[in-house]
């Protein structure tokens, strides 16, 4: 028997259930395939096998981005001393990058583009139209 199916037989029986609920607990899914004991190869492609349990791992995922923002607060405001606030502090920036990698919507960059000022790309009138084409076809030419 191959590796592969050897995986899969142990994922499926492992199930979807089970694997929801580890990554609600917030393991890694590094974590969860030495647990199952299959690579973390052979957990992915089986997670993509299935379009349901996709779906549903993508869903877990993202409603943990709020526990990683959680535990990112948590180690801050429980640090014993300098160091382990600076070890918190990165591990804070750790968390709170997953969180924006698997939450964008909630946790990403916000980007607001703002435009203050007018485009007229419509012509109004055929004459302005054929004025336009006409500029443009001289540029052509010129190139």
Excluded at 55 to 66: G, L, M, N, Y
Excluded at 124 to 130: C, M, P, S
Aim: negative net charge; glycine residues 4%; hydrophobic residues 40%.
């Amino acid at each position: 028997m191959n590796n592969w199916l050897e995986a899969r037989a142990k994922l499926d029986e492992y199930g979807t259930d089970n694997l929801c609920q580890d990554i609600a607990d917030t393991m890694t899914l590094t974590a969860i395939a030495k647990k199952i004991k299959v690579s973390i190869g052979s957990l992915l492609t089986w997670i993509d096998a299935d379009p349901e349990r996709s779906a549903r791992v993508r869903e877990v995922r993202i409603s943990t981005a709020k526990l990683w923002d959680e535990k990112a607060e948590a180690g801050i405001a429980n640090a014993p001393d300098e160091f382990e606030l600076k070890r918190a502090k990165e591990m804070a920036h750790h968390y709170r990058w997953r969180a924006a990698k698997i939450a964008p919507k909630d946790y990403g960059d916000k980007i607001q583009t703002e435009h203050s000022g007018h485009i007229d790309l419509a012509p109004k009138t055929d004459d302005e139209l054929k004025a336009r084409a006409a500029a443009l076809l001289s540029k052509l030419k010129e190139e």
